[in-house]
């Protein structure tokens, strides 16, 4: 009877530190969230660059066509403005960023020497410096791409009317689209985005066929 208490007092003596373990293993597991903040830099770039290739060249082959029927006119003009909106948003967003870049480095540094204190430098804030390049590209891919939907959508079209349709209504769903992807990314209100990019395209383009037409009309 001795022996049995003896051993089952030992089984119990085991069993304790197996109970520690258990508790010691289960350690808490700290959940990182995305900081969709680090996206604004090039996700703006690329919107932007989109939408401005999209309204920009959708905008300049609706006044085109609204005094040349022509349909190799609006493409000649459609591909002489993608090339040329391309490399003026690239050095435009390059010189931008560069400029923020600099002032950013500078207080940086400015931070540095005020703390005289020997600490190390925050990894941080270089992190989220603002990269030039990468918002260069960003910004002339994306406006490419947005600039081949009305010069795809016009270019196998014959009828002057359905041609000026078509680019309108391909114009509409590319800057639905853009707005949406960039609402997604972003983690903005989809609607909102949506549907102020939609206005702003129609305004532009409405305005410019309206003033083109104006203007060729009176025969300046």
């Given amino acids: 009877m001795t022996t049995n208490q003896k051993s089952l007092n030992d089984d119990v003596k085991l069993a304790l530190p ?116 990468q918002a260069s590209a960003a910004s002339a891919v994306a406006f490419a791409i947005g600039a081949a939907v009305p010069l795809l959508a016009a270019s196998f079209i014959g009828g002057y009317k359905l041609r000026l349709g078509i680019v309108v209504g391909a114009v509409t769903v590319a800057l639905v689209l853009f707005g949406w992807l960039g609402a997604v990314l972003g983690k903005a209100p989809i609607i909102k985005s949506s549907l102020t990019i939609l206005i702003g395209g129609w305004f532009a383009m409405a305005i410019t066929y309206g003033l083109t037409k104006l203007i060729g009309s009176s025969g300046l």
């Fill in 18 to 133: 197996d109970n520690d373990c258990e508790q010691q293993a289960t350690p808490d597991v700290e959940i990182i969230e995305f900081d969709y903040s680090k996206r604004s830099q090039w996700l703006r770039a690329a919107v932007l660059g989109a939408t401005d290739g999209l309204v920009s060249i959708g905008s300049l082959m609706m006044g085109v066509g609204a005094v040349k029927q022509d349909a190799k006119a609006m493409i000649l003009t459609g591909c002489a403005g993608l090339v040329a909106g391309a490399c003026s948003m690239a050095i435009g967003e390059f010189v931008s960023v560069q400029s923020q870049l600099d002032i950013e480095v500078a207080q940086i540094k400015r931070d540095n020497a005020r703390r005289a204190t020997g600490e190390p430098e925050n990894e941080g804030d270089k992190e989220k410096l603002p990269n030039p390049a």
